[in-house]
């Protein structure tokens, strides 16, 4: 934990109370807007997408201004509320949240999570849903639903690094039981919390304080790829590996790796093809840790539904990671 102190202590690099809030909001806002970005052409390939779109998927959607959130995003602001309300990610809450949004909206909600919450929902324990779901699928199933939801997280700990290790498994088990679910979450909100302190995270660094920490070795090799990787190697787009945790890991700490903005950093994500709208809110909350709230278009937000409500939350997550 004490490399891992390196990577995250804010003394180190002090930010301005005011960068640090555009930044807060900056995540929360890059979440929703990737997010939106990636839904029409979610588990298309990167071919598919352009012969669709000429020039390419540029704005989100006005349709999604009247819609329900997609399950990213709704995710998120449960576990952003949950944490809120409890200062800790307790499992039977964010459960019980889960499945309200479920059944309110339930819009894009994932296999697993499907099969979690009808197993909470049958009365298992929320300490043994996961856990049997994830047997029962021959202990291999690694899909992105917790890396998609985890930065409220990091927004909440960044300036405690155990608890941030902590907290994010936690966030992770309650409907991904895998450790690589739990790790590449951790993965990601460690970086994003170096995002923030203006401490762009060293890859290889991270993968090893991962490993230290009890990463599974898949992990910290899958971090360690991202350094020297172009989008193309990613292969986002190949229906083997679309949807997988560590795939949606990567984009996101690819995107770090990258100096353009925000912007076209997300379009040339979602135009990738595969899991667009997943790959494109774990990259847009980082992206959005790094270059803040006002590198996400007004274009796009304009066109997202509740946007107060997500700066909102993230003004309360920044008031609480203060006190
Ligand atoms: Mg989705």
Known sequence: MTRLLDILDPTLSPTAAEALADRYRGAMLGLAAGNALGIPVEGFPRAFIA??????????????????????????????????????CDPEDL????????????????????????????????????????ERADRNAAGNGAVMRCAPVALRWRRDPERLVSETLQSAIVTHHDPRCGWSATAVNI???????????????????????????????????????????????????????LKAMQVGLWALTRQEGLEPILLSIVNAGGDTDTNAAVAGALLGARDGAEAVPDRWLQNIASVPRITELADKLLERSNS
Not at 56 to 74: K, N, Q, S, T
Not at 108 to 120: E, F, P, Q, R, S
């Open 191 to 245: 970086a994003l919390a170096g995002a923030l302190a203006d401490r762009p995270a060293d890859l290889r660094v991270l993968a090893d304080v991962l490993e230290d920490a009890g990463a599974p070795k898949s992990v910290g090799d899958a971090v360690r790829a991202c350094e020297e990787a172009s989008l193309d190697a990613l292969h986002l787009d190949h229906d083997n590996s679309m949807g997988y945790t």
């Open 95 to 134: 459960a019980i949240r889960f499945r309200e949004w479920r059944r309110q909206s339930g819009r894009g909600i994932g296999y697993m999570t499907t099969l979690v919450l009808d197993a909470h929902d049958a009365g298992v324990p929320v300490s043994d849903a996961a856990r049997q779901v994830w």
């Open 51 to 88: 012969r669709l779109h000429a020039g390419g998927i540029r704005e989100v959607a006005a349709a999604e201004r009247e819609r329900d959130w997609d399950d990213d995003l709704a995710q998120a602001i449960a576990l952003a509320e949950s944490i809120l309300e409890h200062d800790a």
